[in-house]
């Protein structure tokens, strides 16, 4: 359940990064700016949906420390810090950086995605807690 | 509960590195006793040019890319990633030296040694990667194509191995006309084509943005290709089942490819279809020549099936692993200021790299002397574009990480 919404978030995300990097490509320099923010934020709406529901209820169970989550956080970190950087390129109209960037960012994002995918997602499934409840509370969170 | 469970990038650069940055050299000395040398067609020289390909490049790339994709897929790591790559890669090298060597000028003596070595590097690499897969608890169809691939090259490594001990020992008998193709099809039906397989599934639609292959494909065609491949042992023309999976495999993903949502053109995409046409070309030749029998058919449908299908893909995806896993680990020690993944190598040198690759291939049809020159050249440039990352990397090795302004005390 959590495993399904989640996954099938990380596809939403891909798909509203193809057009951006179209755009970049084509340096249609406004139509970029116009998909950059829903990108920018359904990353951020997802991360903040782990980092403030998911994590920490599975933390609970599983403990903090060094852990998975611990690195899941950190890539979180590095993806948002490509995706701000990503961001300056595209207000500088600098076609190379930009796109150069954004292939950076998409594999880190898909290795992120697969670990997400075929581990962590997993163990949440398996963890004793009220899987619909949590998902609800996830859907609330702002970015 | 979850104990053992690494989320982490193990294993450090420098263990699938050494595999991925050696490769080249092998499919350069193949080009150089193609060009320098020759081979006599009838002779075990093919053999030991082949080898030189399929253990030298092929084998060694993927050994390091499972290293690479087993913590990231199925959340294990292996014991000492370092230690333990560092043996396999040693050992393999060895080995295919000896193995390439001793068959192509007839030095059979070195094929003893040889058979130790792979014995060795191989045997440790597939038990221990087998093990590490069945224990996973999610087996994806990624996971299961990999199980299978494995266990193909477990069988590729027994029945190899009695072929070597043959030539090396003097006593090819009655069995080797029969293990000799079931060695072949297992290796590479089984061992390169299944992993290939696994991998796309999670690949093609990740890194291009396409949908996912559907779902029963996932679900049966590594065991379709695997169970045939075993049919394949009692009945040969089961064979023809394996090549047709593997045609319709190939132009799945060209479909998918095709409708890819992040329009960019760029380099690796002509990899890969270039090693989906050639696929899908060399199983129809395969299959045609299932009934005719005719040698340049053989010829043609080897080097696009090898050379063509396998070091075309392994091309391209090395352009997106290594350049990745370079920023990674910089990015990983706290920098910001490395290149981006485009910045490290080049695009020219990557267009110059594909178009030496694509002679090489066209004239491994036609002219496989010839070839040799393009052979050279083009891996040639495939290890330095390779090498300018690397050096980036190392660079920032170097400098001390910004995290550790941090930690020091006031």
Known sequence: MIKDYMTHDHRECDNLYAPLESAISEENWDRALELYMPFKNAMLKHFAMEEEVLFPKMEEFMGGGEGPIHVMKMEHNQIRSIIDQLGEAINEKNTQKALGLGETFMILTQQHNMKEEQVLYTMAEQLPFDKEALLEEMKKVEA | ?410
């Open chain 2, 1 to 410: 509960m979850f104990k053992g469970l690494s989320l982490d990038q193990a294993p450090p650069y420098e263990a699938p590195l050494r595999f991925f940055l050696t490769a080249p050299f092998f499919a350069i000395l193949g080009g150089a006793l193609l060009f320098f040398v020759g081979y006599d067609v009838s002779s075990p020289q093919v053999l030991g040019l082949l080898h030189l390909f399929t253990l030298g490049f092929i084998t060694l790339v993927m050994m390091g890319a499972m290293q690479q994709m087993l913590p990231v897929l199925v959340g294990v790591t292996f014991p000492n990633a370092l230690f333990f790559a560092k043996i396999i890669h040693v050992s393999v090298i060895v080995g295919t030296l000896l193995f390439g060597f001793g068959l192509f000028f007839e030095q059979f003596s070195f094929l003893a040694a040889a058979l130790v070595f792979l014995l060795f590097g191989v045997g440790i690499f597939s038990f221990i990667t087998l093990y590490k897969l069945l224990k996973a608890s999610h087996k994806s169809a990624t996971v299961w194509a990999m199980i299978l691939s494995v266990v193909s090259l477990i069988i590729a490594l027994f029945l190899g191995s009695h072929l070597l001990a043959s030539l090396g020992f003097g006593k090819v008998g009655e069995s080797f006309s029969f293990v000799l193709p079931s060695h072949g099809i297992f290796a590479f039906f089984g061992w390169v084509g299944l992993l290939i397989v696994g991998v796309s599934y999670q690949v093609i639609p990740m890194f291009y943005v396409t949908k996912d292959f559907d779902e029963n494909i996932k679900k049966y065609l590594s065991f379709f290709i695997f169970g045939s491949l075993v049919l394949s042992l009692f009945f040969k023309y089961a064979i023809i089942l394996t090549v047709l999976g593997y045609i319709y495999f190939g132009l799945e993903s060209l479909k998918l490819l095709e409708s890819r949502k992040r329009k960019i053109k760029e380099i690796t995409i002509d990899f890969w279809e270039m090693s989906v046409y050639s696929l899908v070309l060399a199983g129809a030749l395969f299959v045609g020549d299932m009934f005719i029998g005719n040698e340049v058919l053989e010829r043609i449908y080897s080097v696009l099936f090898v050379y063509g299908f396998v070091i075309s893909l392994i091309c391209g995806m090395l352009y997106k692993i290594v350049p990745f896993l370079a920023w990674f680990h910089i990015s990983s020690r706290g920098f910001f200021d490395m290149p981006t993944m485009k910045e490290m190598i080049d695009e020219r040198d990557l267009k110059i790299q594909f178009k030496f690759h694509t002679v090489s291939v066209l004239s491994l049809l036609i002219l496989p002397k010839i070839a040799g020159i393009f052979i050279i050249a083009s891996n040639i440039y495939l290890f330095l574009n390779l090498y300018k990352v690397l050096k980036i990397y190392t660079e920032y090795k170097a400098k001390p990480s910004p995290f550790d302004s941090f930690k020091k005390p006031a």
